[in-house]
């Protein structure tokens, strides 16, 4: 991608989240556009970062150990949006601002001891990965789990439990997704009102289904190929 075609892309989300944000009645401004820089190199994250953007998502620890030295000095979050195995926990609460993943109580222990083992200031901000569709995708907890977890992750001291997370199945037509993100949303107030906790963040959306999720309440999307153009496949 160029650097003008990125920019491009950028601009066109930015259009099609402010539409869909009125189409909702709520606020663009309420939507945060992470972009998932997974397989891209730095090159591509600083272009983003020139046209505006402040968030973006890796999905491997590794991949991104390697790339962080080419974005030094970029005042963004970084966000790992990825499945977490357990061995790569204290690295992550190292390198990242968010772990929007989190889908197992031993990791969360693993990131609140890292942080506090390393003496960082602020609580590491998670997200509780949902398995909304359990028989399209393996990572996040399941639905009838999910308020023991949540109810843990609540008292770990360096973490502050934001919201949830859900990747729906990939479904040809987006319109089909909306059920998913519904549910994901009743999840998050269901969990809210348990817990007598605030849950502000709905991480959900990627490029083919943004807006459907926006319409129905994503405060973050994630969005990769749509702004960096296809992957190569592995
Ligand atoms: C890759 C990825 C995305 C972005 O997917 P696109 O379809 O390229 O927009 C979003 N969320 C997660 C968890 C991902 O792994």
Redesign the pocket.
């Known amino acids: 991608m160029t650097p003008t075609s990125v920019r491009e892309n950028l601009q066109q989300i930015q259009e099609r989240i402010a539409g869909a944000a009125v189409r909702a009645g709520r606020k663009a401004g309420e939507i945060t556009l992470i972009a998932?820089s997974?397989t891209h190199p730095a090159s591509a994250i600083r272009e983003a970062y020139e046209a505006g953007i402040r968030h973006f998502?890796e999905?491997r620890v590794q991949e991104w150990e390697g790339k962080r030295a080419g974005t030094d000095g970029l005042a963004a979050t970084w966000h790992l949006?990825?499945h977490l195995q357990s061995n790569k926990a204290a690295r992550a609460a190292r390198l990242f601002h968010s772990i929007d993943?989190v889908d197992d109580f031993a990791i969360a222990q693993r990131l609140d001891r890292t942080r506090a083992d390393a003496g960082t200031i602020g609580k590491l901000r998670v997200l509780i990965e949902v398995r909304v569709a359990p028989e399209e995708t393996k990572s996040g907890v399941e639905i009838d789990e999910l308020s023991a977890l949540a109810e843990r992750i609540v008292d770990l001291p360096q973490l502050g439990l934001a919201g949830l997370m859900c990747?729906p199945p990939f479904l040809e037509k987006a319109e089909q997704v909306r059920p998913y993100f519904r549910r994901l949303r009743g999840l998050r107030e269901d969990v809210a009102k348990k817990l007598g906790v605030t849950l502000p963040v709905l991480s959900m959306g990627?490029?083919?289904d943004f807006e459907v999720a926006i319409e129905e309440g994503a405060t973050e999307v994630?969005?990769?190929?749509?702004i960096f153009g296809t992957?190569e496949a592995k």
């Not at 994630?222 to 749509?226: E, N, P, S």
């Open positions: 998932v997974k998502g999905n949006i990825g993943s990747i990627m490029s083919h994630r969005v990769g190929t749509a992957r």
